[in-house]
């Protein structure tokens, strides 16, 4: 065997191998993602403030932010979340910090 198709094999098999590793890792991952690739977390209403574009939840761990449960208020990206949700409302949400403010990017009720 040239050495050409030595390597053509080796490469073979290591491409075929990365594709089983990765899909065994995407079995593995419980974490829902967003389409830009940010885990949800969890969490429930505990205030809406529509006058100042507020929410204060009380969530589990924000990854993406390395932060730990604990509840805190936020700000919302866009005004019109806070008409879809109420207080004891449990929620997914994604949340980031932008200018300084944690604020949620994109939230879900839960049923």
């Known amino acids: 065997?040239?050495?050409r198709d030595l390597i053509i094999a080796v490469m073979i098999g290591l491409t075929?191998?990365?594709?089983v590793i990765a899909d065994d890792a995407h079995h593995k991952n419980?974490?829902?993602?967003?389409?830009?690739?940010?885990?949800?977390a969890e969490g429930e209403i505990r205030k809406v403030d529509k006058?100042?574009?507020?929410?204060?939840?009380?969530?589990?761990?924000i990854k993406n932010l390395d932060m730990p449960a604990m509840t805190m208020v936020f700000q919302v990206k866009d005004p019109a979340m806070l008409d879809l949700i109420k207080a004891g409302d449990r929620i997914n949400f994604v949340a980031d910090k932008v200018n300084g403010a944690y604020t949620v990017m994109q939230l879900e009720t839960v049923k």
């Open 1 to 3: 065997m040239k050495v």
């Open 16 to 19: 075929a191998a990365h594709a």
């Open 30 to 40: 419980t974490d829902v993602k967003t389409a830009a690739g940010a885990a949800l």
């Open 51 to 61: 006058g100042a574009g507020k929410v204060t939840i009380r969530h589990g761990p």
